[in-house]
């Protein structure tokens, strides 16, 4: 019996131990982003190198400068003082002297000039002397213009020539209507009646205030009075 045991256990065939496989080792992670980012890109234009297109006209890259610092100059003045006028500093000398009341374009070409200033010039930037100078020729215009350019001759109470600015015009104004009307000239009455005064037509044009034609009503009333009162003195009779 122990033979034929013997025999059995030598024809047994030996199991083999299973092998141990050695563990996988995991890829790193730039390699795993660098296979997917080639997994999309093989559908769209295998082995074909994406080039960006310089469109023309496009700023070239690069480190932007920074702007330059502008140069600093006098600042303008808006608005500028003379003849106790506000002036816009934007306008040229001559244009911007204009501004005052009572005087024009030319006036204020001979201001300029007297007070050796540049017509052209900007108002808002010229200095604090040439403003000075300015106004001293601006007090001094009636001296400056002729005669026969300045706007209030042979004055009445005095006979002199003078040029009003800024205020004195319309004061000058107010003046010379009120006396006219206390002389009773023609123009004086024609000014206080609210009529034309320099010879136009009144009969179709200008009809206002108190020149406005009669009314109907006032026409129609007339005749009506007149019968009223002829009944009236037949009764006392």
């Given at each position: ?12 065939p ?25 997994k ?44 106790n ?31 050796g ?23 001094s ?76 009503a ?20």
């Amino acid at each position: 019996m122990a033979k034929k045991e013997e025999t059995k256990e030598v024809k047994e065939p030996k199991k083999e131990a299973p092998k141990k496989e050695a563990p996988k080792q995991e890829a790193p992670q730039e390699v795993k982003k660098e296979k997917k980012q080639e997994k999309k890109h093989e559908g769209k234009g295998e082995g074909k190198e994406h080039e960006k297109k310089e469109r023309k006209g496009a700023p070239k890259e690069g480190k932007k400068e920074a702007p330059k610092a502008k140069e600093a100059g006098p600042e303008i003045r808006h608005i500028v003082r003379i003849a106790n006028s506000d002036l816009e500093g934007k306008r040229s000398v001559q244009y911007g002297l204009t501004g005052i009341k009572g005087i024009s374009r030319r006036t204020a070409k001979i201001i300029t000039i007297n007070a050796g200033v540049d017509p052209k010039a900007i108002l808002g930037y010229i200095s604090d002397a040439e403003t000075e100078r300015l106004q001293s020729s601006v007090d001094s215009i009636s001296s400056i213009l002729p005669a026969w350019m300045v706007n209030k001759q042979n004055e009445i109470m005095s006979g002199e020539d003078r040029h009003l600015i800024g205020t004195d015009v319309l004061l000058g104004l107010n003046e010379d209507l009120n006396l006219m009307k206390k002389m009773r000239s023609y123009k004086g009455v024609r000014h206080d009646r609210g009529l034309r005064v320099r010879g136009q037509r009144s009969r179709s044009t200008g009809r206002r205030g108190r020149t406005v034609g009669v009314s109907r009503a006032a026409l129609m009333a007339k005749p009506k009075e007149a019968e009223k009162k002829e009944e009236t003195k037949g009764a006392g009779k």
